[in-house]
Structures are given as structure tokens and as C-alpha cells.
């Protein structure tokens, strides 16, 4: 008790300096789309990878930007975004671009590039730049500025960290309003109470990881709130096995200590599974993909431990007493309607099973059809002043793929920089080019070149510009990298789903052979590997109709279609969610092989084990469900995405996979359920279980 007490104090005093330290980048080395990009950062201070702001002024009547008064108007004014910090700036006055101007020569935009905003140098920039051209704009003259940054988060940019707080706050109220309802006493308040120093830990374990590594901005919405799902979670378990073994008979002591080597030991089993799904993120080239693998395996390791040391102390001392009064009689583990839920999937298990295979498949189809990339600029923002002004731009005939220039930079001086801007305003796809002869563009030898494109990179034909402007400028003297956004996603939608089957391939067999060791069945952990993986192609498919096509996510959050999916979100929501919903699945399991040790019958096994479980399973699930949907309330579109996404597929998975497809499977598979050859079961260091022989009595179910 005295230790976590300890680790949670320090927990809390750590987790604000470790959440300020916390970064947002995307970075990919190694890949020729992010070498650009660094090589733009050293050489003019600008990141390529950083979507950049876009400026419009508009002058008052009488004033157009074909007069000399309205070009010195506009220059001063955008010249003013200076004082916000280190910027690259775009605009008629160093281009003479007259695409930079609109028909009626009132309106003009300038492009901002800017640092990263994690470097000192690009830290607030983009926060400054608005404020310092109102500022310096005169009377009469209206400025407003955009920008996929600006579009994407509908609240300020400091906003993030009471956000955390309060959907945690969220996710805990949901949470114990669930326990309440299983339990119907206040031990529902252990497992909240558990998750309190659970998810501490976690921050100051991340705290020490950043001494050593970058750890993504996604880590903190991840730790706080799918922390509080897990830990949870567990602890229901435990909790739910503890009051089992009292009901039965047995003392406070000796319940808490029957739990381990069941509930405890399934417990321990679910957060490696979740950890193992982990790897695939870690074990892939990418750095912030790793990060926040890493920081995601640290939260079921810190739910097990506390899960596993701290809630039997709590129960030893405190449980009796918060178990006493109860609201309810029926509050207790074992659930008739489940059994009799279960016993119809049993007596109808062809039926059952098709019809979750239908609803499953059904699901998964639209994602066959999902498009990877950023989300379409003009789907975000709602009715806020940055998609006002996008929009606006685009009736002018400036396509919104502005908020992606492609960024060029070029290493044979000016005689190179001209010749592969001319080469790239003639090249199919390309709207414009700005080509700055300032300082802030060329440095000795060396240009950058923005190039407006017609598609954004979400598009095949956004990609294919891209493709197609690295062949155009090959010939360029001195060479020609090619950078900036979409350059960047497009090489690393290449390299990391590339090697995907790899990672899916390795992961599925470090949790079978766990699976097949902790069940003694080969049967079930092949189930359990290729479940998961439709259970998965249901949430993609869901990702795909409420965002890609906009069903659900205009009405619910105010997004239009997104016209794709961030291109890693995918391979994040497969390493989470391959773990969480494979928990469900071992405690269901886990139950089954105690039931079926007990009683020989495999019929009867599922039944019990979900007449124990089955509420449990459910009720976990819909408090995932809860965290996720509270983490979904944060002002930034990609979260949103990978809360829905991950909320959506926990509530599929464990109402449609493991209480209909699992029990009915089972049921099919019968004595087949528990084969393990002689040489798998030496490897695995387990007996085996002989091959099955057709039974000649069935035995009825528990209540058939």
C-alpha cells in the first residue's frame, strides 16, 4: 500500500512535465519524403512535414490590389507576420504570382511556412501569426487565416490538457455508474479506485521513457483514458471472482486467495495478449508509432500489478464492509439470463454462427474500400472562421489542397531553382508555384519551391502529383528532393503497410502459441487469432461509413466526409484493439477450460462460463466503450477518429463476437475444442490432449 502510494504521489507530480514534453511529430526516417523535409528544417529553419497557414486580406472598396496603394497595403501587412517568429513567407509582393489574387482584385492570400511547432523556434508561431497581422492590418482592411492546422482543432491549441483530465473525469463517472449496476453495492468503487494509481505510474513510467526517446502527443489521451478502461476492467474480474468464492462459502482471506490462480492468472494472461498486440507498433520503422507502442504496453503491465498487488489489499481490508448492502438481490456473479442466452446459442449454433459471420462480414465490406491519407481540408471546421476562409478561398477557384504544398528543394543555385519551378508549373496536377527569391527561400546554393496542387494527397491523384513532379525534376542540376506533406504520408503508407502482413503474421503466432499454452487447445487459439482479426475489419469498416463517407460523423461531431482515414490510424487501431477485444476472449475461454476441467462436457463448459461472464464481458465493454466515447470529446478530428473507432469496435466485439460467435463456435466444434498434438504440447511444456473421438451421448446444456 505504502509503495503505491509512493509511485502515485510521484505519478502526479510528474505527470505535468512529462505531458509538456510529450511531442507531435510524424516523423519517418529514412524515407526520401522526410529527408527532405529535415534537410528543408536545417537549411532554412522550415519543416516540410508542418502543414503551413494561409493569410487572406481583404481591402476595402475602392482599394484593389492592381493599384499600387493596395499591393503596399498588403505587403506591410503580411510582412507584419515576422513578429510571430521564425516564418517563410509566400506572397504577391516577392512572387508577382497572379494567381495569388482574386478576380476582383480585392482579395489576396500569402502562404506561411513555419518550424515544427516542437523546436523553440516554431513553439506558438502559429498561435502569433493572426494576431500580428490584424495588428499591423489598417482600418477597413479585414484579415483571416486557415490552415489544416487551424481546421483540424476546433478549440485552442492549449486546450489539450484539461481535455485529458476532464474525459478522464468523463470515462470514471460512466465507469462507476456500470460497476454499480453489477455490483449494486459501493465495492464498485475498488476498481475506480484502483485505476487512480494505475494510470499515474503509467505517466511517470512515460516520464522516465522521455529521457531517453520522443513519445507521441497520442500517449497522453491513450494512458489516461484507455488506462482507466483496463485497469477497470481487471479489476471487475477479480472483484467479480472474489465475491464468487465468498457466495460460495469461503472467507475474505481465502476468497482473495482462491481468486489468483483464476481470475488473477486470466487477468495476467489478457494484459500480455494486449501487450503482444503492442508489437506491432513497435516493431515497426517508424518513430512515433513506437512511442506510443511503448507507452501502450506499459498500461496493461501497470494494470496487471495493480490489479494483481494492490486490490487484494484493498479487498482484504476494506472489501466486506463495501460489499455488505447491497440495492439489489440479483446483483450477484452468476446471471440466469445469460444461461438461458447461452443454452438457446447452443441448441441453435449453425444459426447463431452464421448470423454473427453475416453481421461481421456485413460490417467489415466498406473497408475494402477505405482511402488512407490526410482528411480532406474542406470536410473539417465546421462553421469556424478557418473553414469560413477556406472555403471562401475555394469559391475564388483555389483548391483546398493549398493546406498540402508540395515542398521542393533544390541544390543547384538560381539557374536549378528556376528551371525546376518552371518545369513543376508545367506539370499535370499543379495549381501554382511560389518561388520567392528572398532569403527565406534561397540560401547559397539551395531554393525552396512551394507547389499548389490541384488534388490533396488523401487522393490518387494527389499521390500520383507527387510521383509524377519526382520524375519531371530528375533531371534538374544539382537534384531536386521532393517534400513536404503528402510526399512524406505517401513513402510511409509505403513502408509500414508494406510490411504489414509481416507484423500481422508474427503477431498472430506469438498469440496463438500463448493462447494454445494457457487453454491446451490448438482449436480455440486459432479461433481466437482469426476472430480478432474480423472482429478488427468490423471497426475498419465502421471508420470508413462514419468518417470516409461522412454517416454519423457530420450529425455527431460536426465533420463532414473526411474522404479518408489518417493513414495511421489503422495500424494503431489494430495493435489496441487486437489486444483489448483478445481480453474478452480470455476471459470467456479462460472460464470455459475451468468449466469444461470440472465437468468433461463442452456444451455445459461454454454455458457456465458465460453464465459467470457474460454480464462481466458486456459490462467492461460498454466501460471501454464509455472511456473512448469520452476521449472522442477532444478538438482534434484524428483523435476522434481513433476513439470512435476504438469504442466501436470494443462494443462490436464483445456483443456480437464473443456472446454470439464464440459460444456458438464452441458449441460446433465440441470435444475438437480440445486438441493439442503430443508435439505442439512438448514445445509449449504442457500434457495434450489426445485427438477426439465422436461422443456417443450429448449431453444436454445447463438450462436447455
Known amino acids: 500500500m505504502l509503495a503505491w502510494l509512493a509511485l502515485t504521489v510521484v505519478g502526479a507530480l510528474a505527470t505535468g512535465p512529462g505531458v509538456n514534453r510529450l511531442t507531435h511529430s510524424f516523423a519517418t526516417p529514412g524515407m526520401s519524403g522526410y529527408d527532405a523535409n529535415l534537410h528543408l528544417l536545417r537549411t532554412f529553419g522550415i519543416d516540410g512535414n508542418e502543414q503551413p497557414t494561409i493569410a487572406v486580406l481583404t481591402l476595402p472598396a475602392g482599394t ?28 504577391y509582393a516577392n512572387t508577382h504570382n497572379p494567381k495569388l489574387i482574386s478576380a476582383d482584385h480585392r482579395t489576396t ?42 481546421l483540424q482543432s476546433t478549440g485552442p491549441s492549449n486546450a489539450g490538457n484539461p481535455s485529458v483530465l476532464v474525459e478522464t473525469v468523463i470515462g470514471a463517472v460512466g465507469a462507476l455508474a456500470v460497476l454499480l449496476f453489477v455490483y449494486g453495492s459501493a465495492i464498485a468503487i475498488v476498481p475506480l479506485l484502483i485505476a487512480i494509481p494505475s494510470i499515474l505510474t503509467t505517466f511517470l513510467l512515460i516520464f522516465g521513457m522521455e529521457r531517453f526517446t520522443d513519445v507521441s502527443f ?8 484507455m488506462g482507466l478502461g483496463v485497469v477497470v476492467d481487471y479489476s471487475l474480474l477479480l472483484v467479480t471472482r472474489w465475491r464468487e468464492e465468498r457466495e460460495a462459502g469461503k472467507s475474505n482471506q481465502e476468497a482473495i486467495i482462491a481468486a489468483s490462480p483464476t481470475a488473477g492468472r486470466a487477468v495476467m494472461l489478457s494484459g500480455l495478449t494486449v501487450a503482444i498486440g503492442l508489437l506491432a507498433l513497435v516493431i515497426l520503422p517508424v518513430p512515433f508509432l513506437r512511442s506510443v507502442g511503448l507507452a501502450g504496453m506499459l498500461i496493461p503491465l501497470v494494470a496487471i500489478a495493480a490489479a494483481t ?17 447491497r440495492v439489489r438481490r440479483g446483483s450477484t456473479t452468476f446471471s440466469r439470463g445469460w ?29 475494402l474500400v477505405m482511402n488512407t491519407g490526410q482528411p480532406r481540408a474542406n470536410s473539417l471546421g465546421g462553421a469556424a472562421p478557418p473553414a469560413v476562409t477556406l472555403h471562401n478561398l475555394e469559391a475564388g477557384g483555389v483548391p483546398s489542397a493549398v493546406t498540402f504544398p508540395i515542398q521542393l528543394l533544390t541544390h543547384g543555385g538560381p539557374v536549378a531553382a528556376d528551371r525546376a519551378a518552371a518545369i513543376a508549373a508545367a506539370t499535370p496536377g499543379v495549381y501554382t508555384v511560389l518561388a520567392p527569391a528572398t532569403p527565406s527561400f534561397r540560401h547559397g546554393g539551395e531554393s525552396l519551391i512551394s507547389v499548389i496542387p490541384t488534388d490533396e494527397g488523401s487522393t490518387s491523384a494527389g499521390v500520383a502529383t507527387v510521383a509524377r513532379l519526382r520524375a519531371a525534376l530528375a533531371g534538374v542540376p544539382g537534384g531536386v528532393e521532393v517534400g513536404g506533406n503528402t510526399a512524406q504520408n505517401s513513402d510511409f503508407t509505403t513502408a509500414v503497410y508494406g510490411n504489414f502482413p509481416l507484423v500481422l503474421a508474427v503477431i498472430a503466432v506469438l498469440t496463438f502459441l500463448l493462447l494454445a499454452r494457457e487453454f491446451r ?31 454519423g460523423s457530420h450529425l455527431l461531431y460536426g465533420v463532414a466526409a473526411t474522404g479518408s482515414i489518417r493513414n495511421w490510424i489503422p495500424i494503431l487501431s489494430f495493435a489496441f484493439l487486437f489486444g483489448l477485444s483478445m481480453d474478452y476472449e480470455v476471459f470467456i475461454l479462460a472460464r470455459t477450460r475451468e468449466e469444461y476441467d470440472r465437468t468433461g462436457s463442452t456444451n ?45 469496435g470494443i462494443l462490436v466485439d464483445a456483443l456480437v463476437v464473443r456472446t454470439l460467435l464464440v459460444p456458438a463456435l464452441v458449441a460446433l466444434m465440441g470435444r475438437w475444442n480440445w486438441w493439442l498434438p503430443d508435439r505442439l504440447a512438448r ?14 451421448v450429448t449431453k444436454q446444456p445447463v438450462g436447455a
Open 339 to 367: 444461461q438461458r442466452w447461452t443454452g438457446m446459442i447452443v441448441r441453435r449454433r449453425w444459426i447463431a454462427a452464421i448470423a454473427g459471420l453475416v453481421i461481421l462480414l456485413g460490417l467489415a465490406a466498406p473497408a
Open 521 to 551: 487447445s490448438v482449436v480455440l487459439a486459432v479461433k481466437a487469432v482469426v476472430l480478432n482479426v474480423v472482429s478488427l475489419g468490423a471497426s475498419f469498416g465502421f471508420l470508413v461509413v462514419f468518417w470516409q463517407y461522412g454517416i
Open 309 to 325: 498487488t494492490l486490490l487484494p489489499v484493498l479487498l482484504a481490508t476494506c472489501g466486506p464492509v463495501l460489499d455488505r448492502h
Open 683 to 696: 514445445l509449449l511444456r504442457v500434457p495434450p490432449t489426445n485427438a477426439p473421438e465422436p461422443p456417443t
Open 64 to 91: 484593389g490590389m492592381d493599384t499600387a496603394a493596395g499591393q503596399n497595403i498588403a505587403a506591410r501587412t503580411f510582412a507584419a507576420a515576422d513578429r510571430a517568429g521564425h516564418l517563410a513567407v509566400a506572397d
Open 604 to 648: 455445459d463448459a461454454i454455458v457456465g462460463a458465460l453464465a459467470r461472464t457474460g454480464r462481466l464481458v458486456t459490462c467492461a465493454a460498454v466501460i471501454l466503450g464509455i472511456s473512448f466515447g469520452s476521449l472522442s470529446s477532444a478538438p482534434d478530428v484524428v483523435v476522434e477518429m481513433i476513439a470512435t473507432g476504438l469504442g466501436f
Open 218 to 225: 497520442l500517449a497522453e489521451y491513450l494512458v489516461a483514458v
Open 109 to 150: 492570400w500569402a502562404v506561411f511556412d513555419m518550424p515544427n511547432p516542437d523546436i523553440p523556434s516554431g513553439a506558438g508561431v502559429m498561435d502569433r501569426i493572426e494576431p500580428a497581422l490584424k495588428a499591423a492590418a489598417p482600418a477597413g482592411v479585414t484579415v483571416s487565416v486557415t490552415g489544416f492546422e487551424q
